[in-house]
């Protein structure tokens, strides 16, 4: 199979310039989200708060308050990456380019990956002016940011693809994705819900995502960190081949 | 004859919603010819240029670029292939030298910053490649559309309607381009509205209307075989009836008698020896006139009256 590295090249690059022309709200946002978490749930309310399985609640909640951002931003940035150029028209170029999906994904998803690492960073650094906590496994918490960055800029890329309107584009991540995240236990631990509910939780696809995460900064989660790194991995395999059935058919993106 | 640089066979397209927009076309172009498409609105133009530059899926036939079925071979098809579309669509944010130098890299060519120099400045573009392409004119971002077509040094060129919205002077322009593309082996494509587009710089013109292309030849030739001259005596007074002297002519009064209209000959120019018979035949036979004015039909005259003649509905 061939692939065009240029080519790959020059939409991580493009996808990259469009993040640092609006770098001011890009990175404001988050830090101001993230403080107001911190502030609210972290300081004033976590003051009171008992460790959760032995994790101090402001440390508790960083994982989770992470992934509600990268899951929410990585989203929306992604999806508008194609449905803008479907909405102007200068889609066309990409279509008549010696582009196939390869390169295609990996320009736009690879700049996902690395605005989500750079997200994650500006969140962490924000958290330490509020709270003290250690990551016990960084490597392992990088590769996982980037995973989860990378199959939800997949994800946002069919969304993109999908949405025929502004509205649809956004409905998903404002309806779904924040919810979700919200009760897959951003601040708290699913174990500690009480029966029928802990089971509930765990049909909540994201509670994994937030576990997975939890574990690789404090070694402890509700769920293995295998079963969470299994279900991403799974759904990223899952958004690569609807992509792939998208490119191959033409939908929504040829006539 | 070369092998043709482009061979479409069969060529089919019905929207979804039931629109035929391409009823079974035939084509081949000529390796370095310049070849305008005409057709009125909804002929099928741009869907043609769509299909072979991926953004229509046809709905049958066959695409054949540089040898290589399209179907199959189109990477290597579409890293030769440069489009310019109809629609102003650009990325307004984007400056215009990034906006260039996007798609060089995105057609897979190493970044080459002097040749991106060469064609902003030869679209006159060169003052304005730190702007952003939102503050430019529409004449502009149609250059800086070229512009981005042209980075990859394409050997087919597709030009859908070039020269819309641009002003007169630099439609001119743009044809010296168009030519200069032409000299540099470049092989191109264009659709117009404006049918002197056409005269003044195709080799070959294809008609088009209803999806089905009506006819395809030389320039030349088309209007030698269509074209027609026209000349218009006006007389000093006016005449009952056409005169025995000038009625083996093909001539006509017109406008209250006070005109004698001539149409005949070829846009060859026989005409031209002809209407100098007919002022002979007139001034023998006393016929006096006050002046003549003598034109060879244009493209447009033969476009309109071809499309006429398909008006009648199927
Ligand atoms: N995306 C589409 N979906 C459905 N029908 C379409 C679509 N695009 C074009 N058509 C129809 O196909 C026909 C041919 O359209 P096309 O754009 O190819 O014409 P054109 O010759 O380029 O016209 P113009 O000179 O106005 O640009 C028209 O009837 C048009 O309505
Ligand atoms: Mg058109």
Redesign the interface.
Known sequence: M?F?L??A???Y??EM?RAF?TAFQSILSPVLTTSLYFVVFGSVIGARMEPVGGVPYGAFIIPGLLMLTLLGETTSNASFGIYMPRF???I?????????VAETLVGFVGAAATKGLILAAIILGTATFFVDYQITHPVLAAFYIMLVAASFALFGFILGIWADSFEKLGIIPLLILTPLTFLGGTFYSIRDLPAPWDAVAFANPIAFLVSGLRWTFYGTADVPIAVSLGLTLGFLALCVTIIAVIFRT?WRL?? | MNEPILSIRGLTKTYRGGTRALDNVDLDIRPGEIFALLGPNGAGKTTLIGAVCGLVRPSGGTITAFGHDLARDWRSARARIGLVPQELSTDMFETVWRAVAYSQGLFGKPHDAARIEEILRSLSLWDKKDAQIRALSGGMKRRVLIAKALAHDPELLFLDEPTAGVDVELRKGMWEQIARLKERGVTIILTTHYIEEAEEMADRVGIIQGGRILMVDEKHAMMERLGTTEAVIDLAVPLGQLPPEVAAFPVELGEGSTRLIYRGGTGAGGGAAEVAQLTQALTRAGIAYNSIDIHDSSLEDIFVGLLGEQEVPA
Do not use: M
């Open positions: 061939h065009n240029r080519s090249y020059a939409i690059r493009r310039a022309r102007t028209g200068t066309y170029e990409l279509l008549s380019a010696p582009v196939g033409g040829r006539e």
